[in-house]
């Protein structure tokens, strides 16, 4: 009797293909990575530089106040300025100055902030522009909720403020956000390597705020020098808050389309001086 055939033996069991994970491409992996990093950068910026100390995020808030008073005893009861519009001091300057602090101070912050991941930069790989990204967006958010309250504190001591202006002064935030984050990648890169560029920031920031029509109103400048004043690009983007917020003009304009231009340059010129001078920054941090 022949003896039976051999069977072959089964092949092993494998587990259905979906108990397995989804394999996630380099790139995916790599954008999930840097989004945790920059929201771990953005809560570092606001636990240490201002919430972790109640000194910090006061002075944060009181500090616009402060200068705010100062302004209107000095422009109302010693020089007795008029003509803002038929808006109060208050209001007028209030409305402008706000984002022009938000706008320094976030300049400032950036500018210097490489140096404080000095040793996370030299030892592990990560866009480093993250680190100014973070920095920019924790001190304009910190501003922006300041600047709220201040509208609604004015509005409660009878100011006339037009809370649909927001429909304008929230995309001309985000364009003041991209405009000096777009410088703060230029200055930062550049004081990796020439650090004199945060002590010479400063008093330049100040020259320009009084060459930014947010203490007086532009019609007050002599016609011979006004369109200079008037070209100042942070300059337009106050009278549109202005305009929004204080005159209920909540349209768009022609000059929106430039603006969108100028702030798209500025992003896009800081975003290619940074990436070209980033290498090098572990050899000089």
């Given at each position: ?9 089964a092949p092993p069991s494998v587990p259905p293909a979906a108990t397995f994970p989804p394999v996630q491409p380099p790139a995916a992996l790599a954008r999930v990575r840097n989004r945790a990093l920059f929201r771990n950068f953005f809560l570092r910026e606001l636990t240490t ?151 010479v920031l400063m008093p330049l920031l100040m020259i320009l705020m009084y060459l930014t029509p947010i203490l007086y109103p532009l019609a007050a ?65």
């Amino acid at each position: 009797m022949a003896a039976p055939a051999p069977t072959a033996p089964a092949p092993p069991s494998v587990p259905p293909a979906a108990t397995f994970p989804p394999v996630q491409p380099p790139a995916a992996l790599a954008r999930v990575r840097n989004r945790a990093l920059f929201r771990n950068f953005f809560l570092r910026e606001l636990t240490t530089r201002y919430l972790g100390s109640v000194t910090g995020f006061a002075w944060a808030l009181l500090h616009p106040l402060a200068l705010l008073g100062v302004y209107w005893f000095v422009f109302t009861m010693v020089f007795r300025a008029g003509g803002f519009g038929g808006a109060s001091f208050l209001a007028f300057v209030a409305v402008a100055l706000w984002p022009w602090l938000a706008a320094q101070k976030a300049l400032q912050r950036g500018t210097v902030s490489l140096a404080a991941y000095a040793g996370l930069i030299r030892k592990v790989a990560f866009p480093h522009e993250l680190v100014i990204y973070a920095s920019v967006a924790a001190t304009l958010a910190l501003h922006f909720g300041g600047y709220l309250a201040v509208l609604v504190v004015l509005a409660l001591f009878g100011q006339s403020i037009h809370f649909e202006g927001l429909l304008i002064a929230l995309p001309i935030w985000l364009l003041l956000a991209i405009a000096v984050t777009g410088l703060t990648l230029c200055f930062a890169a550049l004081q990796v390597f020439i650090r004199d560029v945060e002590h010479v920031l400063m008093p330049l920031l100040m020259i320009l705020m009084y060459l930014t029509p947010i203490l007086y109103p532009l019609a007050a400048v002599p016609e011979s020098v006004r369109p200079y004043v008037a070209a100042n690009p942070f300059g337009y983007l106050v009278g549109r808050l202005r305009a929004a917020l204080l005159d209920g003009r909540i349209g768009f304009e022609a000059g929106d389309l430039m603006a969108l231009l100028v702030v798209a340059a500025l992003f896009f010129g800081g975003r290619w001086v940074f990436r070209r001078l980033s290498p090098t920054f572990e050899d000089f941090l």
